[in-house]
């Protein structure tokens, strides 16, 4: 099974960012991050567009990212 937030994981290691870094570019705590890659919270908009610019993740690519789960 693999684990959630896999490809966003991946993102994280191809741009050399922590996930506490992430974290900091969402605008959130580093708990709040344990919170969003575990699942036990969503990400909202803000946050997703955040890391998206960061991550060179394009709007339409969203899903894959941080929707797990969902395909298109």
């Known amino acids: ?3 959630k937030f896999f490809n966003l994981r991946v993102k994280f290691m191809e741009h050399d960012m922590t996930q506490e870094e992430a974290a900091k570019i969402a605008g ?3 708990s709040a991050m344990v919170n969003r890659m575990s ?3 969503p990400f909202d908009a803000w946050e997703m ?3 998206a610019k960061a991550l060179d993740i394009a ?3 969203y899903g ?3 929707f ?3 395909s298109a």
């Open 1 to 3: 099974m693999r684990q």
């Open 39 to 41: 699942g036990r919270y």
């Open 59 to 61: 709007p339409t690519d």
């Open 68 to 70: 797990p789960g969902v």
């Open 64 to 66: 894959k990212y941080f």
């Open 49 to 51: 567009q955040r890391l």
């Open 28 to 30: 959130i705590s580093p």
